[in-house]
Protein backbone atom coordinates (compact mmCIF):
# COMPACT_ATOMS: atom_id res chain seq x y z
CA UNK A 1 0.00 0.00 0.00
CA UNK A 2 1.49 3.17 -0.96
CA UNK A 3 0.84 6.48 -1.37
CA UNK A 4 2.96 9.90 -3.28
CA UNK A 5 2.18 12.79 -1.50
CA UNK A 6 1.32 16.32 -3.16
CA UNK A 7 1.59 19.30 -1.15
CA UNK A 8 0.64 23.39 -2.74
CA UNK A 9 2.03 27.01 -1.51
CA UNK A 10 0.72 29.59 -2.72
CA UNK A 11 3.79 32.08 -2.87
CA UNK A 12 8.14 31.21 -3.34
CA UNK A 13 8.69 32.74 -0.08
CA UNK A 14 6.02 30.40 2.08
CA UNK A 15 7.92 27.85 -0.43
CA UNK A 16 11.54 28.52 0.88
CA UNK A 17 10.39 28.93 4.18
CA UNK A 18 8.14 25.47 4.56
CA UNK A 19 5.58 28.02 6.13
CA UNK A 20 2.30 25.67 5.86
CA UNK A 21 4.07 22.41 4.58
CA UNK A 22 4.18 21.71 8.17
CA UNK A 23 1.04 21.10 8.83
CA UNK A 24 0.08 19.87 5.02
CA UNK A 25 2.63 17.29 5.63
CA UNK A 26 1.38 16.40 9.31
CA UNK A 27 -2.10 15.69 7.62
CA UNK A 28 -1.43 13.62 5.10
CA UNK A 29 1.14 11.46 7.59
CA UNK A 30 -1.76 10.79 9.54
CA UNK A 31 -4.17 9.84 6.56
CA UNK A 32 -1.55 7.79 5.54
CA UNK A 33 -0.96 5.84 8.70
CA UNK A 34 -4.45 5.63 9.65
CA UNK A 35 -4.99 3.87 6.16
CA UNK A 36 -1.63 2.15 6.08
CA UNK A 37 -0.17 3.66 3.66
CA UNK A 38 3.54 3.97 3.09
CA UNK A 39 4.80 7.53 1.48
CA UNK A 40 7.06 6.58 -1.09
CA UNK A 41 7.51 10.34 -2.93
CA UNK A 42 6.70 13.96 -2.16
CA UNK A 43 5.53 16.74 -4.30
CA UNK A 44 5.68 20.32 -3.18
CA UNK A 45 3.60 22.91 -5.93
CA UNK A 46 4.53 26.83 -5.78
CA UNK A 47 1.49 28.02 -7.00
CA UNK A 48 -0.47 31.39 -7.21
CA UNK A 49 -4.27 31.65 -7.94
CA UNK A 50 -3.42 32.83 -11.61
CA UNK A 51 -1.43 29.91 -12.46
CA UNK A 52 -3.24 27.30 -14.79
CA UNK A 53 -0.27 24.27 -15.23
CA UNK A 54 0.58 22.02 -12.21
CA UNK A 55 3.55 20.49 -13.23
CA UNK A 56 4.12 19.14 -9.83
CA UNK A 57 0.66 17.49 -9.70
CA UNK A 58 1.50 15.85 -13.32
CA UNK A 59 4.58 14.42 -11.57
CA UNK A 60 2.82 13.44 -8.73
CA UNK A 61 0.15 11.93 -10.88
CA UNK A 62 2.54 10.20 -13.46
CA UNK A 63 4.67 8.38 -10.12
CA UNK A 64 1.66 7.38 -8.52
CA UNK A 65 0.31 5.61 -12.31
CA UNK A 66 3.50 4.23 -12.44
CA UNK A 67 3.73 2.78 -8.63
CA UNK A 68 0.27 2.16 -8.49
CA UNK A 69 -0.07 4.12 -5.74
CA UNK A 70 -2.41 6.62 -4.27
CA UNK A 71 -2.22 10.85 -4.37
CA UNK A 72 -2.61 11.82 -1.40
CA UNK A 73 -3.34 15.57 -0.83
CA UNK A 74 -3.75 17.54 2.71
CA UNK A 75 -6.40 20.37 1.82
CA UNK A 76 -8.97 19.48 -1.25
CA UNK A 77 -11.02 22.41 0.75
CA UNK A 78 -8.33 24.73 -0.79
CA UNK A 79 -7.44 23.31 -3.53
CA UNK A 80 -11.13 22.64 -4.94
CA UNK A 81 -11.17 26.60 -5.64
CA UNK A 82 -8.20 26.09 -8.55
CA UNK A 83 -10.29 24.21 -11.73
CA UNK A 84 -6.71 23.55 -13.21
CA UNK A 85 -6.24 21.03 -10.06
CA UNK A 86 -9.85 19.42 -9.95
CA UNK A 87 -9.33 19.04 -14.11
CA UNK A 88 -5.96 17.25 -13.92
CA UNK A 89 -7.15 15.15 -11.06
CA UNK A 90 -10.47 14.23 -13.03
CA UNK A 91 -8.77 13.52 -15.87
CA UNK A 92 -6.05 11.46 -14.09
CA UNK A 93 -8.86 8.67 -13.03
CA UNK A 94 -5.89 8.29 -10.51
CA UNK A 95 -6.75 6.91 -6.70
CA UNK A 96 -6.71 9.32 -4.10
CA UNK A 97 -7.57 10.36 -0.79
CA UNK A 98 -8.00 14.08 0.44
CA UNK A 99 -6.48 14.31 4.80
CA UNK A 100 -9.16 17.17 5.27
CA UNK A 101 -12.38 15.54 2.90
CA UNK A 102 -11.41 11.71 3.45
CA UNK A 103 -15.19 10.82 2.18
CA UNK A 104 -14.23 12.59 -1.40
CA UNK A 105 -14.15 10.42 -4.35
CA UNK A 106 -14.55 10.77 -8.02
CA UNK A 107 -18.08 12.07 -8.23
CA UNK A 108 -16.89 14.63 -5.37
CA UNK A 109 -14.37 15.76 -7.99
CA UNK A 110 -16.28 16.02 -10.61
CA UNK A 111 -19.20 18.33 -8.75
CA UNK A 112 -16.41 20.16 -7.50
CA UNK A 113 -14.80 20.87 -10.44
CA UNK A 114 -17.96 22.37 -12.40
CA UNK A 115 -18.92 24.35 -8.94
CA UNK A 116 -15.69 25.83 -9.52
CA UNK A 117 -16.10 26.27 -13.04
CA UNK A 118 -19.19 27.98 -12.93
CA UNK A 119 -18.22 30.01 -9.95
CA UNK A 120 -15.39 31.79 -11.68
CA UNK A 121 -18.17 32.64 -15.04
CA UNK A 122 -20.25 33.77 -12.77
CA UNK A 123 -17.75 36.24 -11.24
CA UNK A 124 -16.50 37.73 -14.50
CA UNK A 125 -20.03 38.32 -15.41
CA UNK A 126 -21.12 40.06 -11.95
CA UNK A 127 -18.40 42.01 -13.06
CA UNK A 128 -18.68 43.10 -16.55
CA UNK A 129 -22.62 43.63 -15.36
CA UNK A 130 -21.79 46.14 -12.90
CA UNK A 131 -18.84 48.23 -14.51
CA UNK A 132 -21.68 48.22 -17.31
CA UNK A 133 -24.87 49.48 -15.34
CA UNK A 134 -22.28 52.12 -13.52
CA UNK A 135 -21.16 53.45 -16.53
CA UNK A 136 -24.68 54.21 -17.52
CA UNK A 137 -25.56 56.19 -14.48
CA UNK A 138 -22.86 58.48 -15.44
CA UNK A 139 -20.36 57.21 -12.77
CA UNK A 140 -16.81 57.98 -13.77
CA UNK A 141 -14.81 54.38 -12.95
CA UNK A 142 -11.37 54.80 -11.77
CA UNK A 143 -10.64 56.43 -8.69
CA UNK A 144 -11.71 59.78 -8.66
CA UNK A 145 -9.54 60.86 -4.75
CA UNK A 146 -5.97 59.15 -6.30
CA UNK A 147 -4.38 57.70 -3.14
CA UNK A 148 -6.60 59.07 -0.34
CA UNK A 149 -9.30 56.14 -0.05
CA UNK A 150 -6.36 53.71 0.03
CA UNK A 151 -4.22 55.35 2.70
CA UNK A 152 -7.92 55.08 4.63
CA UNK A 153 -8.56 51.57 3.72
CA UNK A 154 -4.76 50.75 5.03
CA UNK A 155 -5.67 52.19 8.26
CA UNK A 156 -8.42 50.27 8.67
CA UNK A 157 -6.70 47.15 7.73
CA UNK A 158 -4.05 48.03 10.74
CA UNK A 159 -7.09 48.32 13.04
CA UNK A 160 -8.38 44.94 12.33
CA UNK A 161 -4.86 43.02 12.41
CA UNK A 162 -4.95 44.99 15.63
CA UNK A 163 -8.30 42.97 16.83
CA UNK A 164 -7.13 39.98 15.44
CA UNK A 165 -3.92 39.99 16.99
CA UNK A 166 -5.53 40.72 20.86
CA UNK A 167 -8.44 38.32 20.01
CA UNK A 168 -5.33 35.50 19.64
CA UNK A 169 -3.64 36.77 22.65
CA UNK A 170 -6.66 36.48 24.92
CA UNK A 171 -7.13 33.15 23.70
CA UNK A 172 -3.50 32.06 24.15
CA UNK A 173 -3.94 33.67 28.04
CA UNK A 174 -7.00 31.22 27.94
CA UNK A 175 -4.73 27.96 27.37
CA UNK A 176 -2.29 28.87 29.15
CA UNK A 177 -3.57 26.58 32.27
CA UNK A 178 -4.47 23.99 29.90
CA UNK A 179 -1.21 23.74 28.63
CA UNK A 180 0.51 23.78 31.95
CA UNK A 181 -1.67 20.85 32.93
CA UNK A 182 -0.90 18.99 30.27
CA UNK A 183 3.12 20.00 30.77
CA UNK A 184 2.69 18.67 34.47
CA UNK A 185 1.32 15.16 33.13
CA UNK A 186 4.09 14.42 31.44
CA UNK A 187 3.58 16.13 27.87
CA UNK A 188 6.52 18.34 26.75
CA UNK A 189 7.53 18.21 22.69
CA UNK A 190 4.97 19.92 20.52
CA UNK A 191 3.67 17.16 19.16
CA UNK A 192 2.80 15.36 22.42
CA UNK A 193 1.46 18.95 23.83
CA UNK A 194 -0.75 18.95 20.71
CA UNK A 195 -1.88 14.95 21.52
CA UNK A 196 -2.38 15.62 25.20
CA UNK A 197 -4.58 18.94 24.24
CA UNK A 198 -6.92 16.70 21.64
CA UNK A 199 -7.40 13.90 23.83
CA UNK A 200 -8.85 16.62 26.66
CA UNK A 201 -11.04 17.95 23.60
CA UNK A 202 -9.25 21.53 23.80
CA UNK A 203 -9.99 22.95 20.42
CA UNK A 204 -7.51 24.74 18.81
CA UNK A 205 -7.82 28.44 18.01
CA UNK A 206 -8.77 27.91 15.01
CA UNK A 207 -11.14 25.02 15.47
CA UNK A 208 -10.38 21.35 14.84
CA UNK A 209 -7.24 19.67 15.98
CA UNK A 210 -4.19 20.45 17.51
CA UNK A 211 -1.18 20.14 15.95
CA UNK A 212 2.25 21.37 16.77
CA UNK A 213 2.79 24.68 14.78
CA UNK A 214 -0.46 25.80 16.65
CA UNK A 215 0.96 24.82 19.67
CA UNK A 216 4.14 26.72 18.87
CA UNK A 217 1.91 29.83 17.95
CA UNK A 218 0.12 30.07 21.01
CA UNK A 219 3.39 29.52 23.20
CA UNK A 220 5.39 32.34 21.53
CA UNK A 221 2.15 34.41 21.89
CA UNK A 222 2.71 33.68 26.07
CA UNK A 223 6.26 33.95 25.99
CA UNK A 224 7.01 30.50 27.21
Not at 39 to 54: H, L, M, N, P, Q
Request: proline share 3%.
Amino acid sequence: MKAVAYYRVSTAAQGRSGLGLEAQRMAVAEVCKARGLEIIAEFTEVESGKRADRPELTEALRRAKLAGATLVVAKLDRLSRSVAFLSTLQDSGAKFIAADMPEANELTVHILAAVAQAERKAISTRTREALKAAKARGVKLGNPNGAAPLRKAAKGNVAAVDAVKAGAASRARELAAEIEAVRAAGAQSLREIAQALNERHIEAPRGGSWHPSGVKRVLERLGA
